[in-house]
């Protein structure tokens, strides 16, 4: 089943690597794993993020639509003296974006990053049920 709130942001030109797309930007460092909880409450994404400082970090809402997760690690500076036998931690940028859904509460939203771990908290509106309201038959 096709859950448009559970996927990232389609991009057709990522696969066909055309410039402006995340696909020429990005590293291994791209495959940054968030997770999306929904609680009665609000909507939880929780990335690891580990070296990076909160002012590497960039959290934004497009078009009221959109979150957008991205941030930079930089590659450690080599001395010519050095001698890596291996290299495992990704540099490079990241970029994650999620669509949102109707019932977000856009001027409440929070981000926080403690131990390399990055939070943002989009409160949920309070789902309004309809009101009804009877009509006499006259007759």
Do not use: C, Y
């Not at 070296?51 to 930079?72: C, N, P, R």
Request: hydrophobic fraction near 35%; charge should be negative; glycine fraction near 6%.
């Amino acid at each position: 089943m096709f859950d448009p709130l559970s996927m990232d942001v389609f991009d057709p030109f990522r696969e066909l690597g055309f410039p402006g797309s995340n696909s020429g930007e990005t590293s291994a460092f791209a495959s940054t794993r968030i997770d999306w909880k929904e609680t009665p409450e609000a909507h939880v994404f929780k990335a690891d993020l580990p070296g990076l400082k909160k002012e590497e970090v960039k959290v934004a809402i497009e078009d009221d639509k959109v979150l957008q997760i991205s941030g930079e690690r930089n590659v450690e500076r080599e001395d010519k003296n050095d001698m890596w036998h291996r290299v495992e931690r990704s540099s490079g940028k990241f970029m994650r974006r999620f669509r949102l859904p109707e019932n977000v509460k856009m001027e409440q939203i929070k981000a926080s990053m403690e131990n390399g771990v990055l939070t943002v908290t989009l409160p949920k509106e309070e789902v309004k049920k309809p009101e009804v309201k009877s009509i006499q038959i006259t007759g």
